[in-house]
């Protein structure tokens, strides 16, 4: 199809004003991105270019080429092209923009919006996930394609902005784009010299071809992003160029084609007003309606022929691939569903008796094992670890590396937490893998924010967080979590385990990866955790998340722990018990899990009437939510100090005969 350049300036005219009109309407967002980077989306999404790929009768086609808004408070650009691509997105949702229970909400969000391939908003973490999804196709690509049946062959776009420039997370992604060397990548960044508080000049000085060139990117400088024939060819060029990811720098106008406010700060996130938006329907000679695009603007970025044809070709090549490789097609098929293989519970059955087995380890190392088990059988699990793989023991027995060979599973992302977490967000949003990543927990804190955009789209990202409490030692406060597990189990969506043997570790595992949906977070300790005696009821119900580990007849009291300090109230109860005073203990490796649970099993676990005491070498505030006020928690409300670990615990209370006088304490309480 050849579109004259008068149909591209309508096309790039139209997104300007469904942007412009939506925000008014909405009196709300942002309509300076969208229209400063119209000419970027025509020269991009145009059929006649033909550089992005996608169906939009099936927008989760899996070989479509994936396009991500980083800078997505201007969301609208997105929303924009989407309608006028054929996506079901009709211009009835672009009017209700920001409106409760829209398909358009402020920021993009996945699996609301037909189209949309991640949720952006928080700066900087869309080109990260977009560096994922480039690795998720390379890795795919490597495994899977054979001679003559590329049936993984996609890019990956990215736009981003000045925002996501400054972030420090576009360092940590840029970096392993380059060394990663993900040719199909290509972002293409709105260079138009203005942020919320003015022209960036003053904050945002460094050169930034240069550092992406450093990066071992290759870049295209000094586009004009007005021109469509020159993005065009840049983005040409940059295609050309599969050894490298490449960077377009496209200088543009923020809020082009509005009269008095074009390049001002005061389009960045306001709407126009209806005077600038009638003097701009007049400037640019635009005689169309709020949300009315003529049929030729339409035209440019219709791909519902062109996206048919190419998933109808990439179906017949699947079909010839299925033929050819029977057994590599049902495996590529199988995990790009996301279901995991019909023999996993057979699988989960022996890493669990194989964990348990081993007796005696830190958390960290049944951890390990799991993974031995669960990584060699599953070769979906891709995982990671900043610069901690000896501490966090996220390998596994030949496990290689990503840059070793094309069946590397395993990423060694340097000192990056942040990005590391962004960019497995990004793998598990392309398909095709279960990933995790490792750190400490103290350092969840830089990559809370990527837990909690994985939370928030649901995807299943496993992160393994190691040195869970002061047990940890001599590292002291700085690397000694106090809050992180609180934090943690706040966010909605993420699944929380901190297991007190090696069986609790092997269920966290199976657990996280039976979660189709949404991330989990496995706290896991440094020293070695004594193995706990279960039966195999008490087995079965380990998976609730909070269940009776020890009973005793006639209990007055519960002792309710996680992690490390079940086998602290265990030496307790005994010794209670030599004092006459029975108690019945109860690991709760997963507090929400076990408060999601029905409310038989919540009391019989918790029995009404027996006092309560939780112990756990953190925060105490989630436990008040099973002790009640009439109950009691020894937790951690100080930071911690520098030394031994068994000197740490018995000086801020984390003992047995202090868990004792605790619980003697609360009877006399209970008893006045």
């Given at each position: 199809?050849?579109?004259?350049?008068?149909?591209?300036?309508?096309?790039?005219?139209?997104?300007?004003?469904?942007?412009?009109?939506?925000?008014?309407?909405?009196?709300?967002?942002?309509?300076?991105?969208?229209?400063?980077?119209?000419?970027?989306?025509?020269?991009?999404?145009?059929?006649?270019?033909?550089?992005?790929?996608?169906?939009?009768?099936?927008?989760?086609?899996?070989?479509?080429?994936?396009?991500?808004?980083?800078?997505?408070?201007?969301?609208?650009?997105?929303?924009?092209?989407?309608?006028?691509?054929?996506?079901?997105?009709?211009?009835?949702?672009?009017?209700?923009?920001?409106?409760?229970?829209?398909?358009?909400?402020?920021?993009?969000?996945?699996?609301?919006?037909?189209?949309?391939?991640?949720?952006?908003?928080?700066?900087?973490?869309?080109?990260?996930?977009?560096?994922?999804?480039?690795?998720?196709?390379?890795?795919?690509?490597?495994h899977f394609n054979r001679p003559g049946h590329p049936v993984v062959d996609h890019n990956t776009f990215v736009l981003l902005g000045d925002g996501c420039i400054m972030e420090g997370i576009s360092h940590e992604a840029a970096s392993l784009a380059g060394?990663?060397?993900?040719?199909?990548?290509?972002?293409?960044?709105?260079?138009?010299?203005?942020?919320?508080?003015?022209?960036?000049?003053g904050w945002l000085g460094e050169d930034v071809p240069a550092r992406f060139r450093a990066y071992g990117w290759h870049v295209v400088e000094n586009v004009d992003g007005h021109d469509v024939e020159a993005l065009s060819r840049a983005l040409e060029q940059a295609q050309a160029v599969t050894d490298r990811p490449s960077l377009i720098c496209a200088r543009t106008v923020i809020g082009q084609g509005s009269p008095s406010k074009a390049g001002t700060a005061g389009i960045h996130g306001a709407p126009l007003g209806p005077d600038e938006i009638a003097a701009m329907r007049e400037a640019l000679g635009w005689s169309w309606g709020p949300f009315e695009v003529p049929d030729a603007a339409r035209a440019v970025f219709d791909a519902r022929k062109a996206g048919a044809a190419c998933e109808t070709a990439w179906n017949a090549r699947l079909d010839a691939y299925r033929k050819a490789y029977p057994?590599?097609?049902?495996?590529?098929?199988?995990?790009?569903?996301?279901?995991?293989?019909?023999?996993?519970?057979?699988?989960?059955?022996?890493?669990?008796?194989?964990?348990?087995?081993?007796?005696?380890?830190?958390?960290?190392?049944?951890?390990?094992?799991?993974?031995?088990?669960?990584?060699?059988?599953?070769?979906?699990?891709?995982?990671?670890?900043?610069?901690?793989?000896?501490?966090?023991?996220?390998?596994?027995?030949?496990?290689?590396?990503?840059?070793?060979?094309?069946?590397?599973?395993?990423?060694?992302?340097?000192?990056?937490?942040?990005?590391?977490?962004?960019?497995?967000?990004?793998?598990?949003l392309h398909g095709g893998f279960i990933p995790f990543a490792g750190t400490f927990l103290m350092f969840s804190d830089y990559e809370r924010s990527a837990i909690r955009m994985a939370a928030l789209m649901n995807r299943r990202v496993i992160h393994v967080l190691t040195h869970d409490s002061i047990g940890l030692g001599e590292d002291g406060p700085t690397h000694?979590?106090?809050?992180?597990?609180?934090?943690?189990?706040?966010?909605?969506?993420?699944?929380?385990?901190?297991?007190?043997?090696?069986?609790?570790?092997?269920?966290?595992?199976?657990?996280?990866?039976?979660?189709?949906?949404?991330?989990?977070?496995?706290?896991?300790?440094?020293?070695?955790?004594?193995?706990?005696?279960?039966?195999?009821?008490?087995?079965?119900?380990?998976?609730?998340?909070?269940?009776?580990?020890?009973?005793?007849?006639?209990?007055?009291?519960?002792?309710?722990?996680?992690?490390?300090?079940?086998?602290?109230?265990?030496?307790?109860?005994?010794?209670?018990?030599?004092?006459?005073?029975?108690?019945?203990?109860?690991?709760?490796?997963?507090?929400?899990?076990?408060?999601?649970?029905?409310?038989?099993?919540?009391?019989d676990v918790l029995p009404a009437g027996l006092p309560r005491l939780a112990v756990e070498a953190l925060h105490p505030d989630p436990w008040w939510k099973v002790v009640g006020l009439e109950g009691d928690v020894i937790g951690m409300t100080t930071f911690g100090e520098s030394a031994p670990a068994g000197e740490l615990f018995r000086h801020f209370g984390f003992t047995a005969e202090n868990v004792a006088s605790r619980v003697r304490a609360l009877l006399g309480r209970t008893s006045a």
């Amino acid at each position: 199809m050849t579109v004259d350049n008068s149909a591209r300036q309508l096309a790039a005219h139209a997104i300007r004003f469904l942007s412009a009109d939506a925000v008014q309407k909405a009196a709300s967002g942002h309509p300076g991105m969208p229209m400063g980077m119209a000419e970027i989306a025509v020269a991009l999404w145009g059929v006649d270019n033909g550089f992005v790929r996608h169906n939009p009768a099936n927008p989760r086609w899996p070989n479509r080429d994936r396009v991500v808004v980083s800078n997505g408070h201007g969301s609208m650009l997105l929303y924009s092209v989407l309608h006028l691509a054929g996506y079901d997105l009709p211009a009835e949702e672009l009017s209700r923009f920001r409106q409760y229970g829209s398909r358009t909400p402020g920021h993009p969000e996945v699996d609301i919006t037909p189209g949309v391939e991640t949720t952006t908003g928080p700066l900087g973490q869309g080109f990260a996930n977009a560096v994922g999804m480039a690795l998720a196709e390379k890795l795919l690509a490597e495994h899977f394609n054979r001679p003559g049946h590329p049936v993984v062959d996609h890019n990956t776009f990215v736009l981003l902005g000045d925002g996501c420039i400054m972030e420090g997370i576009s360092h940590e992604a840029a970096s392993l784009a380059g060394l990663l060397k993900l040719g199909k990548l290509t972002a293409l960044y709105d260079d138009n010299g203005i942020s919320i508080d003015g022209e960036v000049s003053g904050w945002l000085g460094e050169d930034v071809p240069a550092r992406f060139r450093a990066y071992g990117w290759h870049v295209v400088e000094n586009v004009d992003g007005h021109d469509v024939e020159a993005l065009s060819r840049a983005l040409e060029q940059a295609q050309a160029v599969t050894d490298r990811p490449s960077l377009i720098c496209a200088r543009t106008v923020i809020g082009q084609g509005s009269p008095s406010k074009a390049g001002t700060a005061g389009i960045h996130g306001a709407p126009l007003g209806p005077d600038e938006i009638a003097a701009m329907r007049e400037a640019l000679g635009w005689s169309w309606g709020p949300f009315e695009v003529p049929d030729a603007a339409r035209a440019v970025f219709d791909a519902r022929k062109a996206g048919a044809a190419c998933e109808t070709a990439w179906n017949a090549r699947l079909d010839a691939y299925r033929k050819a490789y029977p057994d590599l097609a049902a495996e590529f098929e199988r995990r790009m569903s996301g279901a995991l293989p019909e023999d996993f519970e057979a699988l989960a059955a022996r890493t669990l008796d194989a964990v348990e087995a081993a007796g005696t380890v830190a958390t960290r190392k049944a951890s390990q094992l799991a993974l031995e088990q669960f990584a060699l059988s599953l070769p979906e699990m891709l995982g990671g670890s900043a610069d901690l793989t000896g501490s966090n023991l996220t390998d596994w027995k030949g496990a290689a590396r990503i840059n070793d060979g094309p069946d590397g599973r395993y990423l060694s992302a340097g000192v990056r937490e942040f990005g590391l977490a962004a960019i497995f967000n990004g793998v598990a949003l392309h398909g095709g893998f279960i990933p995790f990543a490792g750190t400490f927990l103290m350092f969840s804190d830089y990559e809370r924010s990527a837990i909690r955009m994985a939370a928030l789209m649901n995807r299943r990202v496993i992160h393994v967080l190691t040195h869970d409490s002061i047990g940890l030692g001599e590292d002291g406060p700085t690397h000694q979590p106090v809050e992180h597990a609180a934090s943690l189990r706040l966010i909605p969506n993420l699944s929380v385990w901190r297991p007190a043997d090696g069986f609790e570790t092997a269920v966290a595992w199976t657990s996280a990866l039976r979660k189709e949906t949404g991330p989990s977070a496995l706290l896991l300790s440094r020293q070695n955790l004594p193995a706990q005696p279960r039966d195999a009821a008490r087995k079965t119900a380990a998976f609730r998340g909070g269940y009776v580990l020890c009973d005793a007849p006639r209990a007055r009291a519960v002792l309710i722990a996680s992690g490390s300090e079940v086998a602290l109230v265990m030496e307790a109860q005994a010794l209670l018990a030599t004092e006459g005073i029975a108690v019945r203990v109860v690991s709760m490796p997963n507090l929400e899990l076990f408060l999601s649970q029905d409310a038989a099993w919540r009391a019989d676990v918790l029995p009404a009437g027996l006092p309560r005491l939780a112990v756990e070498a953190l925060h105490p505030d989630p436990w008040w939510k099973v002790v009640g006020l009439e109950g009691d928690v020894i937790g951690m409300t100080t930071f911690g100090e520098s030394a031994p670990a068994g000197e740490l615990f018995r000086h801020f209370g984390f003992t047995a005969e202090n868990v004792a006088s605790r619980v003697r304490a609360l009877l006399g309480r209970t008893s006045a």
